[in-house]
């Protein structure tokens, strides 16, 4: 989330605010901790619109992970972690968070995140954040509350499912309650929830407009500008900042202006950025590949019923179709993108930290391939931990399926 | 006797095509979470899906290098036609590797049924209530496909034969807190996994005449540094007996394939669903659960019952909630002055030639 600088982010008159936003975050989180305020961490798709609703901080170690590789810190802190006998294997994003504790280095202040008070973690995005989470928890000897889910997979998600998850969104209230002696308020939480599904519908809008040829928007800005999906979901501000977005975005489209201006291979990306190589985007680019659809940024979106608050929230958190699904699903929800999209070429990141994301990626490539006879390219590294990363390698891959792509042209 | 239990696992593919030849329906399950009673009460046959250690070669075009070989080599055997007896398969919500094994396995094997169970991982009522469903799921699912009605007396009976292979197991592993165990470790690891893929009620008489049998028979083992093994699973009972060759012997465990899966017994109760969802939910944890303190703790008690001197783990490369909890078991362990060797297993042929050296430096420091 590096890029703002960047001249592409800069195309943007909202560049400039996301920006802002962040700073502002980040500057709130120390202040708030000053002035001895709660604070939570929370993993990511963690129900943060509970923290909103009682005015508890939430701070999120995972995109924090993503600022320290952008600013090139994540090597030693995955060193610092694996010195304390924390496989090399393990998430980057986990290594990362727990080496910038040992060291309390970072990029804001010089210093590590604030300290939590309470913890607040999901596992069904992956159960290595419950792990990871019991660790802070024990680092930190602070509550840590795990909102659980019964998840299927490649099956509509049960009533039971979506129950079990409620029942557990009210236990959780109970727990920021009791930890941060904040009252909740069921208004309050109403209002949260509209804003956070405000923001993520019309982050959806924007996702949407790359339907567009050429399209209106560069993956930069979609990854850059998830920050506040994640981290604000549920604040006003949040919410203006995607109505803006989405207006400009909008604009743009309609007066077909290109965000690439040579858009030839229009691309689907699976599934997250390389955080400390955003280049590799401008690399693309720069062949004519843009690319155009992705499931990574809206994966933290999702609408919620705001007439059933907590099973509203349990079924947007439950019943995402990433997390549950598996080859089958994946590659039948791939190709609805590929041709709503009109996507010549599949990138896949193969990301060594995120098995579960990772896992099926060869046979997801090939059934698209075998139904649709659109080619895709497989590339492997670690999304924040640049040391076992090979830039030639890696533009290899890209290159055979621009040579590919080309071809048929 | 321990030689029957040896051959009926060497020859476990043969004989569950035989079976399929006598009309019989066979299911393949993939962990200690799968509630292999209904499946059983349904009238099938479920064995558990087991890796190999032969050479991978097709599963490599379908998983990269950093998912574990335990996954790995079950998708291999599964592409080679090993298991091309199964009518079904059924996995729970554990880890995520095998989670997304359902798909993989879907779309590459052909196999008529699948299942898949969305397990929660914590202890609570609500969790339990949540299961007990899911489990309700599958009985209906299994309705469907059978075309029979399973009653709640065939499952009743599942659960009393099941309830009696896990203890006589417990008897069994009971034996090994005793000065000289009658039983190896290697021994005692192969008869378990026997049990995975052996109808238990022919099992259950397996283990009957063999506990009948150790009763009055010369215990083994004399001398030998008394060690646990931790970790999930692994394939090779050879990492036992190499332990055996250079002075230890394994005489509890804290193990998917091992204590784990035999430990708890289910409760009977009105609704035999629910008694399944209580003994599932609240059995000893995998890490794979929240929260898995529990399963260190009792650890340590472990240690102190069996008298352990030695702690070995032997954890799957890439298993990441094994490997999440290991910096924290490594120092419970140094604060319990229990001796520790960690050990990563890739489940290759002739791994435990490479971790002899080191199991024997670590018996030697033990003195």
């Known amino acids: 989330m590096s890029e703002k ?48 609703a009682l005015d508890v901080f939430p701070l999120y170690p995972e995109n924090y992970a993503t600022m320290c590789s952008a600013r090139k810190l994540s090597a030693e802190f995955c060193a610092e972690a694996e010195a304390k006998g924390f496989s090399p294997d393990l998430c980057s994003y986990a290594l990362n968070s727990f080496g910038s504790i040992y060291l309390d280095k970072g990029p804001f202040m010089g210093k590590g995140l604030p300290e939590p008070d309470m913890l607040i973690a999901t596992e069904h995005a992956c159960l290595s954040m ?130 690439v201006p040579n858009e030839k291979y229009r691309l689907l990306w699976d599934l997250f950025p390389v955080w400390y190589n955003l280049r ?73 930290s995120c098995r ?21 390219a497989i590339f492997e590294t670690d999304f924040i931990d640049p040391r076992t990363y090979s830039d030639e390698q890696v533009k290899d891959t890209l290159d055979s399926l621009f040579e590919i792509l080309e071809a048929r042209k | 006797m321990i030689a029957d239990f040896q051959e009926k696992y060497s020859n476990r593919h043969q004989i569950a095509g035989q079976w399929k030849k006598d009309g019989k329906k066979v299911f393949g399950y993939f962990c200690g979470y799968v509630p292999e009673e209904l499946i059983s009460a349904a009238g099938i046959i479920p064995v558990r899906v087991l890796g190999s250690l032969d050479t991978v070669s097709l599963a490599d075009a379908h998983l990269q290098t950093f998912i574990c070989a335990f996954a790995r080599s079950c998708l291999d055997q599964g592409l080679k036609g090993v298991y091309d ?59 469907e496909f059978t075309g029979k009605k399973i ?35 290697s021994e005692f690891y192969q008869i378990v996994k026997t049990g995975f893929v052996t109808p238990k009620e022919e099992y259950n008489e397996m283990l009957s005449a063999l506990k009948a049998k150790l009763a009055s028979s010369k215990p083994s083992g004399d001398g ?46 009105s609704d035999p669903i629910r008694a399944l969802a209580d003994r599932y939910q609240m059995r000893i944890t995998c890490p794979c659960k929240h929260p898995s303190d529990e399963r260190l703790y009792r650890l340590i008690e472990e240690v102190k019952e069996y008298r352990v001197q030695g702690v070995i783990s032997i954890v799957q490369k890439y298993c990441d909630t094994h490997l999440f909890e290991y910096p924290y078991m490594r120092d419970m362990l140094q604060k319990n002055d229990i001796p520790f060797l960690y050990l990563e297993t890739e489940d290759r042929m002739g791994e435990e030639g490479q971790f002899k050296t080191r199991v024997q430096a670590f018996l030697e420091m033990m003195g």
């Open chain 1, 130 to 259: 419950a792990k990871w989470w019991e660790v802070l928890a024990r680092h930190y000897n602070v509550p840590l509350y795990v909102v659980d889910a019964a998840l299927p997979i490649d099956e509509e998600v049960t009533s039971y499912q979506v129950k079990y998850f409620a029942d557990q969104l009210r236990e959780l209230v109970a727990f920021v309650e009791e930890h941060s002696g904040n009252k909740f308020d069921m208004d309050r939480f109403k209002e949260v929830l509209g804003y956070s599904d405000e923001a993520s519908k019309l982050f959806t809008e924007v996702a949407d407009l790359r339907k567009t040829i050429p399209s209106p928007v560069t993956p930069v800005e979609i990854f850059t500008n998830m920050f506040p999906l994640v981290t604000l979901a549920g604040k006003r501000e949040s919410t203006e900042f995607y109505r803006e977005f989405r207006d400009e975005i909008k604009a743009l489209a309609e007066k077909k202006v290109p965000a």
């Open chain 2, 85 to 143: 007896y199964l009518d079904g398969i059924v996995i729970s919500k554990t880890c995520d590797i095998t989670r997304k094994m359902l798909g993989i396995w879907a779309k590459n094997i052909n196999i008529p049924f699948t299942a898949f169970i969305g397990a929660p991982s914590k202890r609570t009522e609500s969790a339990r209530d949540c299961l007990t469903e899911e489990f309700r799921d599958l009985r209906s699912k299994l309705e």
């Open chain 2, 224 to 269: 030998k540094v008394r060690l646990m093994v931790s970790g999930s699973t692994f394939e090779d009972v050879n990492v036992l007996k190499m332990i055996e060759d250079v002075g230890g012997n394994v005489v509890a465990d804290d193990l998917c394939i091992g204590s784990r899966y035999f430990r708890d017994l289910t409760q009977p109760a």
């Open chain 1, 280 to 352: 590799l985007f401008s690399y693309m680019e720069e062949k004519g590949g843009v690319v155009v659809a992705d499931v990574y940024a809206t994966a933290f979106g999702g609408r919620i019923d705001i007439s059933r608050p907590f099973e509203g929230l349990a079924e947007r958190y439950v019943a995402n179709p990433i997390l549950t699904s598996g080859v089958p699903n994946l590659t039948e929800l791939y190709k609805r993108l590929v041709k709503e999209f009109s996507v010549d070429g599949v990138v896949f990141h193969s990301n060594r």
């Open chain 2, 151 to 185: 009653d709640d007396d065939s499952i009743n009976r599942s659960i009393e034969i099941y309830n009696n292979s896990r203890q006589l197991l417990n008897e069994l592993y009971e034996m090994k807190k005793a000065d000289n165990p009658p039983l190896s470790g």
């Open chain 1, 356 to 376: 579960m994301a990772s896992m099926g990626q060869y046979d997801i490539k090939q059934g698209i391939f075998d139904d649709l006879g659109v080619p895709g």
């Open chain 1, 5 to 52: 600088k960047s001249a592409k982010a800069k195309r943007l008159k909202t560049a400039g605010k996301l920006g802002k936003l962040m700073e502002d975050y980040y500057t709130e989180s120390a202040v708030v901790k000053a002035e001895k305020k709660p604070v939570a961490w929370l993993t990511s798709v963690a129900p943060v619109e509970v923290c909103y």
